[in-house]
Nanobody
């Protein structure tokens, strides 16, 4: 059984930073971890993913160069460092995990999800 718990969301002004955390329990060391987000009235979209060893990362074009995904397998935690935030980054951010091998950008590839954490970026 795998559980994921996100934290670190909040209200921030445009241009500032936030760091989200995803604390995992269970066998996540062998899993690809990812962040998705869902803005009001929109579909959930891929943000970033990291492979189980942490050596490979992948980003949506909309966040490339501003967001950084990382993981600390000793702490069973994944992170999303979000810099230069924009109002369009406002969304609920979800942590997800999959055993790997499936399209990392598709939410259907992930079998485990957290409850989400709200990020609001004011202009």
């Amino acid at each position: 059984q795998v559980t994921l718990v996100e934290s670190g969301g909040g209200l921030v002004q445009a241009g500032y930073s936030l760091r989200l955390s995803c604390a995992a329990s269970g066998r996540t060391l062998s899993m690809t971890m990812a962040w998705f987000r869902q803005a009001p009235g929109k579909e959930r979209e891929f943000v970033a993913a990291i492979n189980r060893a942490g050596g490979s990362t992948y980003y949506a074009d909309s966040v490339k160069g501003r967001f950084t995904i990382s993981r600390d397998n000793n702490k069973n935690t994944a992170y999303l460092q979000m810099d230069s935030l924009k109002p369009e980054d406002t969304a609920v951010y979800y942590c997800a995990a999959q055993l790997g091998g499936l399209d990392r950008t598709r939410q259907q590839s992930y079998g485990y999800w957290g409850q989400g954490t709200q990020v609001i970026v004011s202009s």
